[in-house]
């Protein structure tokens, strides 16, 4: 009975073990195949994988931008309807196909000078300096790029200013372009550049360039006209002088027609109640004072009609002699005392 279960399990064994056989020989011949075939293209492979990689290398070059900072780019498609308006590239690293194009930009602000010769209304050559910053319109800088170009400085920027400063100019004379407000010159040159700048873009208004600020650093006319109308406007000068003074006369008079009135009206008042005997003492008691001070004074006592003496100062002496005035002082009487009593009538006796 053992005999024959170990034959029956030999038996069937035997199948799988077959078939583990036939598939380590398979899996031998499989990987002898691969074997093979790596032998045989080992070369062509290794060339194919070299020019891959130069390839690839080519076309990163065309298909990798990188974009500077403060620059734009405008993309131009091979296939694709060309120049896109809409969207440009910013800065940093852009990838594209290999086949399209990109055109860079400087988007930073720029300063330039122009010198021009204008002819005023009157017919005279006008020499004005003029200086602008400007930069391109990030948002309409396709169509910059497909109307104008890269040379727009020189192609859009430059004649715009220059026809709108001789259009300007010719509207005034040489003497309002001397005396007209700078300012006001130089506006009316900056809107009209800006509105020759506009472009229609998706059915609103943008400027191709933003002109940012417009100078207007200089203007010289002909040393004749110059002379000529600085000659005029110092005559209006003197004439609104004149004026002027002719105003300030005609107010003085006014003045004095106010003052004369109120000293009547104050006299009106006042002269009732003021007595010769009045006025007399008060003169008298001023004499006094201004005698007994250390100034040194000449008194002129005057006829007996004339109610108060004379006072002339002669101020300066030095002071020894007030000390000698001071002593004579002391012997002289008062000058009230000096005074003869005033005489009633028009007649005057002698002193």
Same mark, same amino acid.
């Given at each position: 009975m053992k005999k024959d279960s170990a034959v029956k399990t030999r038996?069937?064994? %035997?199948?799988?073990?077959?078939?583990?056989?036939?598939?380590?020989?398979?899996r031998r011949r499989l990987f002898e195949s691969i074997i093979w075939w790596i032998e045989e293209l080992r070369r062509p492979f290794l060339q194919v994988l070299f020019i891959g990689m130069i390839g690839l290398f080519l076309l990163i070059e065309h298909m990798v931008v990188p974009i500077e900072p403060g620059h734009a780019g405008v993309l131009w498609k091979r296939f694709a309807g060309g120049t896109v308006l809409t969207s440009t590239l910013s800065e940093g690293t852009n990838v594209i196909w290999p086949w399209d194009r990109v055109i860079l930009y400087d988007i930073r602000s720029r300063v330039d000078k122009r010198i021009y010769h204008p002819l005023s209304k009157d017919g005279l050559e006008v020499e004005i300096e003029v200086a602008y910053r400007y930069k391109p319109n990030l948002a309409a800088l396709g169509f910059l790029h497909k109307t104008v170009g890269e040379e727009f400085p020189v192609v859009l920027v430059e004649p715009n200013i220059n026809a709108a400063t001789h259009t300007v100019i010719a509207n005034y004379t040489s003497d309002a372009l001397y005396s007209a407000e700078r300012e006001n010159l130089q506006e009316e040159i900056s809107q009209r550049v800006k509105k020759e700048m506009?472009?229609?873009?998706?059915?609103?208004?943008? $400027?191709?360039?933003?002109?940012? *600020?417009?100078?207007?650093?200089?203007?010289? /006319?002909?040393? &004749?006209? %110059?002379?000529?109308?600085?000659?005029?406007?110092?005559?209006?000068?003197?004439?609104?002088?004149?004026?002027?003074? =002719?105003?300030?006369?005609?107010?003085?008079?006014?003045?004095?027609?106010?003052?004369?009135? @109120?000293? &009547?009206?104050?006299?009106? *008042?006042?002269?009732?109640?003021?007595?010769?005997?009045?006025?007399?003492?008060?003169?008298?008691?001023?004499?006094?004072?201004?005698?007994?001070?250390?100034?040194?004074?000449? /008194?002129? /006592?005057?006829?007996? @009609?004339? %109610?108060? $003496?004379? =006072? =002339?100062?002669?101020?300066?002496?030095? $002071?020894?002699?007030?000390?000698?005035?001071?002593?004579?002082?002391?012997? !002289?009487? $008062?000058?009230?005392? !000096?005074m003869s009593p005033p005489i009633d009538g028009n007649k005057d006796a002698p002193p």
């Open positions: 038996l069937s064994l %035997k199948p799988l073990r077959r078939l583990k056989a036939a598939f380590r020989a398979g506009n472009v229609q873009v998706g059915g609103k208004s943008l $400027p191709l360039v933003t002109v940012q *600020e417009f100078l207007l650093s200089h203007l010289s /006319l002909p040393d &004749r006209v %110059k002379k000529a109308i600085e000659s005029k406007e110092a005559q209006r000068q003197k004439a609104e002088e004149l004026t002027f003074r =002719i105003l300030r006369q005609q107010k003085e008079v006014t003045r004095m027609a106010y003052e004369a009135a @109120g000293i &009547r009206r104050f006299m009106d *008042e006042v002269a009732p109640g003021i007595d010769p005997s009045y006025l007399r003492y008060n003169g008298l008691k001023a004499t006094n004072e201004l005698a007994n001070s250390r100034n040194t004074k000449v /008194l002129i /006592l005057g006829p007996r @009609g004339r %109610k108060t $003496p004379l =006072i =002339i100062d002669t101020s300066g002496t030095s $002071p020894a002699s007030f000390e000698a005035e001071e002593t004579s002082s002391a012997t !002289m009487p $008062p000058p009230s005392a !000096m």
